[in-house]
């Protein structure tokens, strides 16, 4: 045996598992994209999905919500995130470390149980229209069940994300806030000319990540709402899964699941063509 | 076997009873069978009458809730036949795409001993059309939907509404009037999904002859008159202020309530209401629906549901000898019927004594009587292989053209029938 053949072999499981899992489904959804499968055995067709993905209003509906959740959620997000995460490295907060992990905890809740509780939380006779003197449909108006899945993201990530931040605040050289103090630079300007720029890196991961997973949004549009009313809160992820799972439509499915990917390819690339290049 | 004999000479369909669930009591095993609320209820009911036939099989029955039972069959199918009970609940109207998109997902209960086809004849022809595909029978007609009023007599009469005039549904518009000016509009005269369903949609549909798509399943015909005018007359009765919008869970929450005098539903309705609301007892009445113009047909279908055997049952016996004893015998359907209001669509029992006993929660009305009679006048739609689908279209179709965003019910339904035409391939009728 060649000695050059050894890493591979290290090597070969992971790749066996890659080819298996990983590979293979992306490979075979690209195929089952241009098959007819709404008839049984499926029929090679080569327009019949991509055709009707230009065609379909409802498809454009998906795109057009998770992109207004993108919009909103995510700025919303990473400010409250950065916001935080000053706070939590502040010397002067008592007990950093509980109020670390208590930041932390909405992920590891489980989905369904804190989705099940954010359905109480807004239904009409639920808490929050209790505490705001309200008599309004959360869930079933269009709009409230939009918001109400915009908070609800909004609580399960932030707390993460902070703590990402927070790792990027404790990696910035304490000389720098010593120089800019010398200089007499107020905090509020040490903040915006020394923290954030230092933070760019992170928050572009953070951005990345935040972008990605609103893209493949399915959890909490599924679980509180069902996508609706109507088609009101049914993302990318949703519409998605309707056309495989419900409506056993792979093709169709696998054509979404392609846009979903190549919208996530430009919008990452545009991101580092406009923030990331000294990183 | 002489337990079977026992039963069966007590019963007037004595030999056709025997002969039907010719199965061997010895038989031994456990099954779970998938079902939904009171579906799941009823079929629960059936299980001491059939450990009496059957002492050594063990039944479970799982309520999943209707939506994921679909779901998961389906996904069970799609994984190749794995995580599937040994009998499974499916509506009619959804059947299809089982069939035809996964043809050995289930058992062909013709290969089963007996075979199914002899029970053929003891039901209408129509309720095998969505469970066959050529000579492959894949599940048994269970219940069916005839679809009727249900009111509250006490509300109606305190606002001076009499139910044998409402023949129309402007007289029903009216009387949601007349039942809002009595009670400081505190109650309304119905509950519509808007935005989570199209069913009344699809009932006052199939009352004008119309449906999603042609009896044959190969064509669209979304946009002909009869749905027309049956989305004219939902955005009527929404726009009149004179009804609530809610799904299943608000309109149960509104009868107990006391906030809504009429349900519209299929008959299997009736259990529903009888086992939510036992204190409202005596409260209650039923009248057919009215028409969408004078004279016009005041009957449709809604539901109905059927019982498949899965191929991957490792107890097919056991499990076919379940779905005969609680389908295919008065005895059974009897059961699920008086307990939890489930419509017979076995000929024999909806000939049964019990249809015409006067019924108490009712106020000792014959409502099965009443139900049953508009069985012949149900028009016919098929729900294909796309029923989920156009279903999808149509709730964002009702919802959009309720909130203004269509200048009128035909452009609403042009531009789902052009929809519904992309997401299945089928054409558009002219």
Same mark, same amino acid.
């Given at each position: 045996?060649?000695?050059?053949?050894?890493?591979?072999?290290?090597?070969?499981?992971?790749?066996?598992?890659?080819?298996?899992?990983?590979?293979?489904?992306?490979?075979?959804?690209?195929?089952?994209?241009?098959?007819?499968?709404?008839?049984?055995?499926?029929?090679?067709?080569?327009?019949?999905?991509?055709?009707?993905?230009?065609?379909?209003?409802?498809?454009?509906?998906?795109?057009?919500?998770?992109?207004?959740?993108?919009?909103?959620?995510?700025?919303?997000?990473?400010?409250?995130?950065?916001?935080?995460?000053?706070?939590?490295?502040?010397?002067?907060?008592?007990?950093?470390?509980?109020?670390?992990?208590?930041?932390?905890?909405?992920?590891?809740?489980?989905?369904?149980?804190?989705?099940?509780?954010?359905?109480?939380?807004?239904?009409?006779?639920?808490?929050?229209?209790?505490?705001?003197?309200?008599?309004?449909?959360?869930?079933?108006?269009?709009?409230?069940?939009?918001?109400?899945?915009?908070?609800?993201?909004?609580?399960?990530?932030?707390?993460?994300?902070?703590?990402?931040?927070?790792?990027?605040?404790?990696?910035?050289?304490?000389?720098?806030?010593?120089?800019?103090?010398?200089?007499?630079?107020?905090?509020?300007?040490?903040?915006?000319?020394?923290?954030?720029?230092?933070?760019?890196?992170?928050?572009?991961?953070?951005?990345?990540?935040?972008?990605?997973?609103?893209?493949?949004?399915?959890?909490?549009?599924?679980?509180?709402?069902?996508?609706?009313?109507?088609?009101?809160?049914?993302?990318?992820?949703?519409?998605?899964?309707?056309?495989?799972?419900?409506?056993?439509?792979?093709?169709?499915?696998?054509?979404?699941?392609?846009?979903?990917?190549?919208?996530?390819?430009?919008?990452?690339?545009?991101?580092?063509?406009?923030?990331?290049?000294?990183? | 076997?002489?337990?079977?004999?026992?039963?069966?000479?007590?019963?007037?369909?004595?030999?056709?009873?025997? #002969?039907?669930?010719?199965? *061997?009591?010895?038989?031994?095993?456990?099954?779970?069978?998938?079902?939904?609320? @009171?579906?799941?209820? =009823?079929?629960?009911?059936?299980?001491?009458?059939?450990?009496?036939?059957?002492?050594?099989?063990?039944?479970?029955?799982?309520?999943?809730?209707?939506?994921?039972?679909?779901?998961?069959?389906?996904?069970?199918?799609?994984?190749?036949?794995?995580?599937?009970?040994?009998?499974?609940?499916?509506?009619?109207?959804? =059947?299809?795409?089982?069939?035809?998109?996964?043809?050995?997902?289930?058992?062909?209960?013709?290969?089963?001993?007996?075979?199914?086809?002899?029970?053929?004849?003891?039901?209408?022809?129509?309720?095998?059309?969505?469970?066959?595909?050529?000579?492959?029978?894949?599940?048994?007609?269970?219940?069916?939907?005839?679809?009727?009023?249900?009111?509250?007599?006490?509300?109606?009469?305190?606002?001076?509404?009499?139910?044998?005039?409402?023949?129309?549904?402007?007289?029903?518009?009216?009387?949601?009037?007349? @039942?809002?000016? =009595?009670?400081? *509009?505190?109650?309304?005269?119905?509950?519509? =999904? *808007?935005?989570?369903?199209?069913?009344?949609?699809?009932?006052?549909?199939? #009352?004008?002859?119309?449906?999603?798509?042609?009896?044959?399943?190969?064509?669209?015909?979304?946009?002909?008159?009869?749905?027309?005018?049956?989305?004219?007359?939902?955005?009527?009765?929404?726009?009149?202020?004179?009804?609530?919008?809610?799904?299943?869970?608000?309109?149960?929450?509104?009868?107990?309530?006391?906030?809504?005098?009429?349900?519209?539903?299929?008959?299997?309705?009736?259990?529903?209401?009888?086992?939510?609301?036992?204190? #409202?007892?005596?409260?209650?009445?039923?009248?057919?629906?009215?028409?969408?113009?004078?004279?016009?047909?005041?009957?449709?279908?809604?539901?109905?549901?059927?019982?498949?055997?899965?191929?991957?049952?490792?107890?097919?016996?056991?499990?076919?000898?379940?779905?005969?004893?609680?389908?295919?015998?008065?005895?059974?359907?009897?059961?699920?019927?008086? #307990?939890?209001?489930?419509?017979?669509?076995?000929?024999?029992?909806?000939?049964?004594?019990?249809?015409?006993?006067?019924?108490?929660?009712?106020?000792?009305?014959?409502?099965?009587?009443?139900?049953?009679?508009?069985?012949?006048?149900?028009?016919?739609?098929?729900?294909?292989?796309?029923?989920?689908?156009?279903?999808?279209?149509?709730?964002?179709?009702?919802?959009?053209?309720?909130?203004?965003?269509?200048?009128?019910?035909?452009?609403?339904?042009?531009?789902?029938?052009?929809?519904?035409?992309?997401?299945?391939?089928?054409?558009?009728?002219?």
């Amino acid at each position: 045996m060649k000695p050059g053949a050894t890493p591979y072999l290290f090597l070969l499981p992971y790749l066996a598992v890659f080819a298996l899992f990983w590979a293979w489904p992306i490979l075979d959804s690209l195929l089952l994209s241009f098959q007819n499968t709404r008839v049984y055995p499926p029929v090679w067709d080569l327009g019949v999905n991509w055709g009707r993905i230009l065609r379909d209003s409802a498809f454009w509906d998906a795109l057009r919500n998770t992109l207004l959740i993108l919009v909103i959620q995510v700025p919303l997000m990473l400010t409250l995130a950065t916001a935080l995460a000053v706070a939590l490295n502040s010397h002067l907060l008592k007990a950093r470390g509980f109020f670390r992990f208590a930041f932390f905890a909405p992920v590891v809740v489980g989905a369904v149980a804190y989705s099940a509780v954010f359905r109480l939380l807004f239904n009409q006779n639920g808490a929050v229209n209790a505490a705001l003197g309200l008599d309004f449909n959360w869930i079933f108006d269009p709009v409230g069940a939009m918001v109400v899945i915009i908070v609800a993201l909004t609580w399960r990530w932030t707390g993460y994300n902070a703590i990402i931040i927070l790792a990027g605040l404790q990696n910035i050289p304490k000389e720098l806030y010593e120089a800019a103090e010398m200089d007499g630079a107020s905090p509020w300007q040490q903040f915006w000319y020394v923290t954030l720029p230092s933070l760019r890196p992170v928050l572009l991961f953070c951005l990345v990540l935040s972008i990605i997973g609103t893209l493949q949004l399915f959890t909490e549009p599924w679980l509180i709402t069902n996508g609706g009313p109507g088609t009101a809160t049914t993302t990318l992820g949703v519409y998605l899964y309707r056309q495989g799972f419900q409506n056993i439509n792979f093709g169709y499915a696998s054509t979404i699941a392609y846009v979903i990917t190549l919208l996530a390819l430009v919008f990452s690339l545009i991101q580092l063509r406009l923030f990331g290049r000294e990183s | 076997m002489r337990a079977i004999l026992a039963l069966g000479t007590a019963l007037a369909l004595s030999s056709a009873l025997a #002969q039907q669930i010719q199965g *061997n009591p010895n038989l031994r095993g456990e099954i779970t069978v998938w079902s939904w609320d @009171i579906a799941a209820k =009823a079929l629960e009911a059936n299980v001491p009458g059939f450990n009496k036939l059957f002492p050594n099989v063990k039944v479970t029955v799982v309520d999943l809730g209707n939506q994921a039972t679909y779901d998961r069959g389906l996904a069970g199918c799609a994984a190749g036949g794995g995580d599937l009970p040994d009998v499974y609940s499916v509506e009619n109207n959804e =059947a299809e795409v089982f069939w035809t998109r996964f043809p050995n997902c289930f058992t062909d209960l013709n290969t089963l001993q007996p075979a199914a086809s002899t029970l053929r004849n003891l039901f209408p022809a129509f309720k095998w059309t969505e469970l066959t595909m050529g000579n492959r029978v894949y599940a048994i007609p269970w219940d069916s939907g005839p679809v009727v009023m249900f009111y509250r007599r006490d509300i109606y009469s305190q606002a001076g509404v009499n139910p044998n005039t409402i023949r129309t549904w402007d007289d029903f518009i009216a009387a949601g009037r007349k @039942i809002a000016a =009595a009670t400081n *509009n505190r109650v309304k005269v119905g509950v519509i =999904a *808007n935005g989570q369903d199209d069913e009344w949609f699809r009932m006052l549909a199939n #009352q004008n002859g119309c449906f999603y798509f042609n009896n044959e399943g190969t064509a669209v015909t979304v946009n002909q008159p009869g749905c027309v005018t049956a989305l004219e007359t939902v955005k009527r009765l929404i726009d009149a202020g004179i009804v609530l919008q809610g799904g299943w869970n608000e309109q149960i929450q509104a009868f107990k309530a006391g906030t809504v005098a009429t349900s519209m539903f299929g008959a299997w309705y009736e259990g529903t209401i009888r086992s939510n609301a036992p204190e #409202q007892s005596g409260k209650w009445g039923v009248y057919p629906m009215p028409a969408s113009r004078p004279g016009g047909v005041r009957a449709a279908n809604l539901g109905g549901s059927a019982l498949a055997i899965p191929a991957s049952s490792r107890n097919k016996e056991a499990a076919w000898a379940f779905v005969r004893y609680a389908l295919a015998t008065t005895e059974g359907q009897i059961t699920m019927l008086k #307990q939890y209001g489930l419509v017979p669509s076995l000929l024999a029992a909806t000939r049964d004594p019990y249809v015409q006993q006067p019924q108490p929660y009712w106020g000792n009305q014959r409502i099965w009587q009443v139900i049953l009679g508009t069985l012949g006048s149900v028009p016919a739609a098929r729900g294909t292989q796309f029923f989920q689908e156009a279903r999808a279209i149509m709730v964002k179709t009702q919802a959009d053209y309720v909130a203004g965003r269509f200048p009128s019910a035909k452009a609403a339904l042009d531009a789902a029938a052009q929809q519904i035409s992309q997401a299945t391939g089928l054409p558009v009728a002219r």
